[in-house]
């Protein structure tokens, strides 16, 4: 049997799948993303700055090592899966050129420049490899095999480090000029608001994402708002954490459950605006924030009622969690990889 | 020779075009939408708010008005030109249901409700009526006859009292699952901005349109930054218009073209995020703040290049001002409408 290896580089953890043709997963593993050093090839953190450090240079040692990761993670759940692999795919949180490099990517600054094209065939051994946007593969994955199966105008929104998105439109992702539709964590959502990793203020994700809840309680553990979560952290404000906001929120900690709703509003804010653009029948959510599940989805479906323009003209619009869970984009990715074998059977 | 009539009803004028099946405008017309009365039957405007007012309800006295000024000025268009009028088609500000009936319309609060389809067949005497979203027909122009003929993905964006939007994917309209795809002036750029007729704070169009220059120009000239501007406008702060900056910043007033900068800078924050979720490889601006031309595009042009994301990793997003003009909506109304009927050769 053949089957296709698909993987999702997220900023703090790689996952992998094993596909089989009919959409089976025959084996999953995860690592954690390797941690930052220098941006690219001779540029140290402290160097020339951000604009001096971009524009079609080659991918530094962080590159490097965050590739060998990515090999080594693939040959492992290949490994567990008795099957040939066909293809490779993976699913990269940023701008991706036709040659499968990463142009830009605010939340994986070692993959800008990589070519993960060339280094995965190299490094698996096998001479298909796809490269997508990371979100997009999610709603790859959701459209074949989750929770957009069988629709035709569908958002998903993967809420991770950063947050990425996918358009389906007429059953079919929306791709526009260049490939690069659905990079919805940089829509501009409050322009005096906090800078953002990509150069900008007030983008969406600084807000709506994983490190926005990470910003969004250490604002509140600062503001003295929740003491109750600041002693479940072991004392000190700064070390709040998202998972310690979450934790509390689900046994029921009102101060937490507050900076739950605060996120909910961020995250329906942005939601509603595309839904005013692109009309979807439904939106699905996924990336690891949603974990949280519940804590997640109830507040934004509260506040995206309250700020969904024209609401009581529309017929309802869902929100749903991904039916793929965090598999989604490396499920996706593996889609997309088996789509790019001319012979091989698809669904 | 049939023809069809193509009308596009705006929040202060109605535009009208005869087009014959070529694309020529054998006739135009336009005449002032009527001010509006009471925004629906048995609802005056200081009856029950407008939460109340709203959810199905009949057309109301205005919304009678405005229909008669349609009609007039349909028929005095049609009888401007030697043709058989086939069928007529309106694009109007707001949502638009599979009826034909205007759901939501924060910018002619007179024709909520009002049912275009049955008034227009009614008055104007012909049977075949096309009714859709004015921005969605202003891109349906611009595709067909207009800047973004031959082309697959782009964002056509009506600047006018408020901020219409149409999408074209793959060489179509998007249409979204409801066919309310492309309500772009009413996104939320800004959350702590000021309150929007549509009952959110800081959309978009409370900034870019033209009644969004009527508001930057008046804090302007409050806070004493446009004195000459004043003058110009005779001296009243409160009298101040778009008109007036325009006409300043032509003659090259820096204080007013401060003031189309500012202008500039939130068109070019909105172009900017949706280039980030559209990725179309031509955006293009419509509407009756376009009349200034050059004063509006330079000022957004060198503001996007400085907002886009990842500008430096893409090709080039060219912003260019409407083919068709302020006849974009009108002339894209008429094709929607001969689309419509089967029998009519269509290019």
Redesign the interface.
């Known amino acids: 049997m053949t089957a296709t290896v698909g993987l999702d580089v997220g900023g703090t953890k790689l996952l992998a799948v094993v596909l089989d043709d009919s959409g089976a997963v025959l084996a999953a593993g995860r690592a954690d993303t390797p941690r930052a050093g220098p941006r690219r090839a001779g540029v140290s953190q402290a160097g020339p700055g951000r604009a001096g450090a ?2 079609g240079g080659e991918a530094g040692p962080a590159g490097a090592v965050l590739v060998q990761a990515l090999v080594e993670l693939a040959l492992r759940v290949a490994g567990g899966a008795s099957a040939d692999i066909s293809a490779v795919g993976v699913g990269v949180p940023g ?1 991706v ?1 036709p040659r499968g490099v990463l ?2 990517a605010p939340n994986l600054p070692a993959g800008e420049g990589v070519d993960f094209s060339s280094a995965l065939r190299a490094g698996v051994g096998v001479s298909t490899i796809a490269v997508g946007n990371d979100a997009t593969c999610a709603a790859l994955g959701e459209l074949t095999y989750g929770a957009a199966s069988g629709l ?2 569908v958002l998903v929104v993967t809420l991770g480090t950063g947050i990425g ?1 996918g ?1 389906v ?1 007429n059953g079919e992702i ?11 964590g ?7 608001g906090p800078a953002c990793s ?3 203020r007030g983008c969406w994700e600084r807000y709506a994402s994983g490190s926005g809840l990470a910003r969004l309680a250490r604002e509140a553990a600062l503001g003295g708002r929740i003491d109750s979560v600041v002693r479940l952290a072991g004392g000190d404000p700064e070390a709040v954490r998202p998972e310690h906001v979450t934790a509390a929120a689900a046994s029921g900690d009102q101060a937490a459950e507050a900076v739950m709703d605060e996120l909910g509003w961020w995250i329906a ?1 942005g939601v ?3 839904v ?6 439904l939106v699905v959510l996924g990336g690891g924030l949603m974990a949280a599940g519940d804590l997640v989805l109830t507040p934004t479906r509260r506040a995206f009622g309250e ?1 969904l ?2 609401a ?4 309802a619009v869902g929100i749903v969690a991904a039916g793929l869970g965090e598999n989604a984009g490396a499920v996706g990715a593996a889609v997309m990889a088996r789509a790019e074998q001319p012979e091989v059977h698809r669904q």
Do not use: K, M, W
């Open positions: 971009r524009g701008l050129d142009r830009f035709s105008d998105g358009v439109v929306l791709r526009g000029a260049n490939g690069f539709a659905g990079e919805i940089h829509v501009v959502v409050d322009p005096g990509c150069g900008q804010l509603a605006n595309l005013s653009v692109l009309d979807p029948e700020l323009q024209a009581h003209e529309r017929p």
